[in-house]
């Protein structure tokens, strides 16, 4: 097969991703490189971190399989997985948990393991399920702020400094 | 509170003092941390943004450290004003272009800074002069432990320090070293070096271009993995390998001098000469210039001006440091001459004395 961009034999058969559409190329090494080439918007770090991502998505996944998998929500923050492969920045804490198969992989890629080794929070370690309940007591907070209803602002307001020093609700 | 304070000091990353200054410009260590109460950056609308921003930093300016530090709401400050923080380096470029709230704490001394509301909720970074890990790394830590007594980070038994961007879980940390190398730029053997760290995992960045184009042949070496080493391991991984790069470099000088002395001499002078008598001149070819100058100083080939001063010319000749040495904005065509101007008075011959004595 032939390059798409010149007439060298291609050697890069690209399935891209990124975009609101499935597309493929097929390029030259020279004209890969720059097709890969991060676009100025981007950093450097992104956009290597959404091919990382695409690339490990195209491995045995039909399109209807990815389709599916972007619609997956969090049900904390509201962020899709498509909108998480698109932008490659992550909208809450619960989303490592949530997408925990889909992100495995893709730690993997990056760091070659998958398990914290170094400094832990000292003073205020809390668990992560009040971690998760904590950024919804905050938004219901301001909710009842919205609506003036003071009195429940005030209570989750306790709620959330209870959690806060390491109690469980 | 005010910027223009900073004006008549040098952060800790221009002194040019400490140990192999001559090639290492400065050490930094960077914590990304995130607050459990709020969604990342991302899903954050004004509101959030805005109570982020009002409460962290209200929390945080219980800590003495920082309670003595300037705050800064970057959000209200002018865009020269954010450019001007951004070239001394106590700010992130996206921290000076994202919008809504935001904020940053920064040391009198300019030895470290805590953004609010950059691409994690609070990014902290410490500077030192030369190369010098441990001391950055201590301080970050102590930091790092006072704000986690006021503050409920997001973490994760198992994957660490939570952050916006899975590149940067687990420590969260970032370990940088700024290094001048313009003679391995000119014997042309950077490319081969910057390959050789890739494959060890570490990545290589221009000062202030993007990607690999250097401006004044600086780089920023740094960890690529921030997941599964503990803090020692990584400011061990790029420790390790500066003082490989700073043997190289002084190969290269060597080099350099071994081969063509007079000539390298001559390219100096001259650089010397134009960024003296310069009408106008852009800010790429001043560093180009100023680099060339440094390197020969490092090698004695000049005497004329020292280290100290040329560090500072790197950053008093950027666009927003000019226009607050003069006071008022100027488009890029005013700023030209006006660098030019700044070069010549600062660059002064005593009458006879030649740069060589």
């Known amino acids: 097969m032939k390059c798409q961009r010149c007439d060298k034999q291609a050697a890069f058969h690209i399935t891209d991703l990124t975009g609101e ?87 993997v890629n990056i760091h070659g393991v998958t398990t914290h080794k170094g400094k832990t929070p000292t003073h205020r370690s809390i668990s992560s399920e009040s971690q998760t309940q904590l950024i919804q007591l905050r938004r219901q907070m301001n909710e009842a702020v919205e609506k003036e209803d003071y009195e429940q602002a005030s209570q989750i307001r306790d709620l959330i400094r209870k959690l806060e020093s390491g109690e469980s609700l | 509170m005010s910027l223009e304070r900073f004006a008549n000091q040098v952060g800790p990353w221009m002194r040019g003092t400490g140990p192999q200054s001559d090639i290492v410009i400065s050490s930094r260590v960077r914590l990304a941390r995130n607050v459990a109460e709020f969604p990342f950056m991302m899903r954050c609308n004004d509101i959030d943004r805005a109570n982020l921003e009002a409460s962290v930093s209200r929390r945080l300016r219980e800590i ?48 470290f800074s805590v953004m609010i ?17 441990e001391a950055a790394w201590d301080q970050i830590n102590a930091l790092d432990d006072a704000i986690d007594e006021k503050i409920c980070y997001a973490f994760h038994p198992q994957y660490g320090y939570l952050t916006a961007c899975p590149t940067n879980v687990g420590t969260g940390m970032r370990v940088s070293v700024m290094l001048h190398l313009p003679a391995l730029v000119l014997t042309k053997q ?7 760290l890739q494959k060890i995992n570490l990545a290589v960045r221009g000062l202030y271009g993007e990607g690999s184009q250097a401006m004044g042949d600086f780089y920023q070496i740094s960890n690529q993995l921030t997941l599964g080493k503990s803090e020692y391991e990584l400011l061990k991984q790029v420790g390790d390998v500066v003082p490989v790069i700073i043997s190289y470099e002084r190969k290269a000088r060597q080099f350099l001098l071994d081969g063509s002395r007079e000539d390298l001499q001559r390219q100096v002078l001259k650089a010397y000469a134009t960024l003296q008598r310069s009408g106008q001149i852009s800010s790429e070819e001043t560093m180009h210039l100023l680099s060339k100058v440094r390197l020969g100083i490092n090698l004695e080939l000049i005497q004329a001006i020292d280290i100290p001063t040329i560090n500072r010319l790197f950053v008093h000749t950027q666009p927003a440091h000019l226009q607050k040495l003069r006071g008022s904005e100027m488009d890029t065509a005013q700023r030209n001459k006006a660098r030019a101007n700044y070069l010549h008075s600062q660059l002064e011959q005593p009458s006879g004395d030649s740069p060589l004595s």
């Open chain 1, 21 to 107: 559409e499935v597309s493929s190329v097929h390029l030259c090494p020279a004209c890969a490189k720059v097709y890969l080439e991060p676009q100025q918007a981007k950093t450097v770090e992104t956009s290597s971190l959404i091919s990382m991502l695409s690339k490990q998505l195209k491995v045995g996944q039909t399109a209807e399989q990815l389709a599916a998998l972007d619609q997956k929500v969090c049900p904390i923050c509201g962020i899709s997985f498509f909108e998480f492969r698109k932008q490659g920045r992550l909208g809450c804490p619960h989303d490592y948990t949530f997408f925990t198969e889909e992100l495995e992989p893709l730690i």
């Open chain 2, 64 to 111: 003495p450290l920082l309670g003595e530090c300037e705050y800064f709401n970057v959000s209200s400050l002018k865009p020269v004003d954010r450019q001007y923080l951004v070239e001394r380096q106590l700010i992130s470029r996206e921290l000076a272009d994202n919008n809504g709230a935001r904020g940053v704490f920064v040391d009198r001394d300019e030895s």
């Open chain 2, 117 to 133: 509301n950059e691409e994690d909720h609070l990014r902290l970074q410490v500077m030192r002069s030369g190369l010098d890990f």
């Open chain 2, 190 to 196: 950077i490319e081969k070096v910057f390959r050789s």
